[in-house]
């Protein structure tokens, strides 16, 4: 039998689980540094997924819990918006990526994770990022330290973000 080892996956299984929303708790602790929060203001935050489809993929949330986006106040909504196009700009020049897939998922239906909390994913693309890997072996192969995308994106997020 062949064994394959992901010891970044240990902190999931071991460490202590979040009660309630997931995303109204790193709402309250934007200052925890290990939930890689990259920016707040007073309608949402940027904070780095924790399960990512590629390297930077991060997400924009706002403070306000809500699963309806019809829910949220024209300012909110607005904000969110000025927050996601700041962030694809970050993402291409600071990664440096070729492309950037935007999305909501609203509901169980539509594929979303944590349902019960809107949020944006934007999630950095390069040309030929996918291969044979993922479909042959179910596994992705990510070419990069998270930790390092963190900073360097942390790093530089207020030259983008007014």
Same mark, same amino acid.
């Not at 699963?67 to 949220?72: Q, R």
């Not at 196009?85 to 492309?99: A, N, R, Y």
């Given at each position: 039998?062949?064994?394959?080892?992901?010891?970044?996956?240990?902190?999931?299984? =071991?460490?202590? &689980?979040?009660?309630? #929303? @997931?995303?109204? %708790?790193?709402?309250?602790?934007?200052?925890?540094? &290990?939930?890689?929060?990259? +920016?707040? $203001?007073?309608?949402?935050?940027?904070?780095?997924?924790?399960?990512?489809?590629?390297?930077?993929?991060?997400?924009?949330?706002? %403070?306000?819990?809500?699963?309806?986006?019809? $829910?949220?106040?024209?300012?909110?909504?607005?904000?969110? =918006? @000025?927050?996601? *196009?700041? =962030?694809? &700009?970050?993402?291409?020049?600071?990664?440096? #990526?070729?492309?950037?897939?935007? /999305?909501?998922?609203? /509901? &169980?239906? !539509?594929? !979303? /994770?944590?349902?019960? %909390?809107?949020?944006? %994913?934007?999630?950095?693309?390069?040309?030929? $990022?996918?291969? +044979?890997? =993922?479909?042959? !072996?179910?596994?992705?192969?990510?070419? !990069?330290?998270?930790? $390092?995308?963190?900073? *360097?994106?942390?790093?530089?997020?207020?030259?983008?973000?007014?």
């Amino acid at each position: 039998m062949e064994h394959l080892y992901a010891p970044w996956r240990y902190n999931y299984v =071991s460490e202590e &689980k979040i009660e309630g #929303c @997931i995303f109204c %708790h790193i709402s309250k602790n934007l200052n925890d540094e &290990k939930l890689e929060v990259l +920016f707040s $203001d007073e309608y949402c935050f940027i904070v780095m997924n924790k399960f990512p489809y590629s390297p930077g993929h991060f997400m924009v949330i706002p %403070h306000f819990h809500t699963c309806n986006v019809e $829910d949220l106040d024209e300012i909110v909504w607005i904000q969110m =918006s @000025i927050r996601v *196009k700041q =962030s694809i &700009k970050l993402l291409k020049d600071v990664m440096p #990526c070729e492309g950037v897939n935007i /999305g909501m998922n609203l /509901g &169980k239906a !539509a594929g !979303a /994770g944590i349902e019960q %909390h809107i949020h944006y %994913h934007l999630v950095p693309r390069w040309i030929g $990022d996918t291969n +044979f890997i =993922s479909t042959i !072996a179910g596994s992705r192969v990510y070419p !990069a330290n998270f930790k $390092d995308i963190f900073n *360097k994106l942390k790093n530089n997020i207020n030259q983008y973000f007014i």
